[in-house]
């Protein structure tokens, strides 16, 4: 077995779980556990663009539902408040909006467990989206989550240096590669530097 030489753990408490493993053989290990799904995979790096992607998913559907239920609930509250308690108007009214702000409770629940922000390292390999690396937004710290993804893009960028498919390249061939992709904005200068190093320490070892 491989050498771990990182992991990294993001949750949720709508969202699941999800755990990325980073091996010495430039392979990434990805289990995403949401609910009573489960879903894992093992792929080697060189096979992921290293330039990550952001993704805003949004359920408008949800939200339209939370305000039309929200406006039953003050609706019915306020009919309730202005009848008699008649052959039951006043209570059937009170629970009308009772039931509709449950309603509307479990749509803004709805709303936050499938509204959400992703950065996803894209497989060149699969059209499945768990099989690309999909992180959940600054999680489980800005900090931390930075600090991985800036590691991601080094190491895949390392290993798509290294990949067989790829052909011979020579150091400065890969140092040049490196630099179009900082001109054109794809690396920072941070970024740039850590996968360089990489480059360069990967064919110093003997």
């Known amino acids: ?89 006043k209570i059937t009214c009170y629970f009308l909006s009772a039931l509709s702000a449950f309603s509307t409770v479990i749509f803004l629940v709805a709303l936050r467990r499938y509204s959400h922000r992703i950065l996803t390292f894209v497989s060149e390999s699969s059209n499945n989206l768990y099989d690309n690396i999909v992180l959940l937004w600054k999680l489980p710290s800005p900090e931390s989550f930075e600090e991985f993804v800036e590691f991601l893009k080094a190491r895949i960028a390392q290993a798509r240096q ?19 992709l900082k001109e054109e904005g794809h690396l920072t200068l941070y970024e740039f530097e850590k996968a360089k190093a990489l480059i360069i320490d990967g064919r110093e070892k003997p």
């Open 1 to 89: 077995m491989p050498e771990v030489i990182c992991e990294f753990k993001q949750k949720s408490f709508l969202k699941g779980t999800r755990t990325f493993t980073v091996y010495e053989d430039d392979t990434i290990r990805a289990s995403y556990r949401e609910l009573w799904n489960r879903y894992e995979h093992c792929r080697p790096l060189r096979e992921f663009d290293h330039v990550p992607r952001t993704h805003v998913y949004f359920d408008t559907s949800k939200l339209i539902g939370a305000f039309l239920t929200a406006a039953l609930t003050i609706l019915f509250f306020v009919l309730g408040h202005g009848l008699d308690n008649q052959e039951g108007g």
């Open 162 to 180: 290294r990949s067989p498919h790829s052909g011979p390249q020579s150091v400065a061939q890969q140092l040049q590669d490196l630099a179009r």
